[in-house]
């Protein structure tokens, strides 16, 4: 299980990544933009980036919209928000099924070893919760509480802010 959401969430970056800066393909139903902005964490993990180490994108594949959120945190190590069909500013938990096709994450890859990288997915019922105060086509805004766990069910507990443009 725990193979198959790493694997989920390289995609998830992955596909941030590369549709980053794209625009509409009217082949394959791709759209997408990107852009800068702050992402902060305190707790178990204390950041606070922007400019081009906070990366904000927002994409649309075959009808499915994802928000990323990526923030390059050290050196080889990110800590990243992912947000599935979330079209309007509230407060959505981070609980796996939570929200009907939907999937909102966060991710924190601090090295190479698989006990180094830690899901929000991981996290069971305690996963914590995403409150989007604004939400435009060019924009977003907000806070985030999150318990994410890793291989080993070693976990942290990070709560921060976030504010970008697509």
Known sequence: MMNQ???YFLLVLVAAFSF???????NSGTTGIS???ELTGTGGITFS???TNALFSKQTINGVSTIN????????KQFSIAANNITAAGTYSLVLNAIPNS????TYVAGSATTDNYFSTASGSTAGSITITTL???????TYT?????????????SGTFKGTF
Do not use: P, R, Y
């Not at 959120?69 to 080889?76: E, N, T």
């Open 49 to 51: 980036v922007n400019g």
């Open 69 to 76: 959120m990526i923030g390059i945190v050290g050196s080889g």
């Open 20 to 26: 980053a800066g794209c625009s509409k393909d009217s």
């Open 146 to 158: 999150a318990k994410v766990t890793n291989t080993s069910a070693a976990s942290l507990t990070v």
């Open 136 to 142: 435009t086509a060019t924009s977003i805004e907000g």
């Open 103 to 106: 999937i909102i994450s966060v």
């Open 35 to 37: 852009g800068q902005g």
């Open 5 to 7: 959401i790493k694997k």
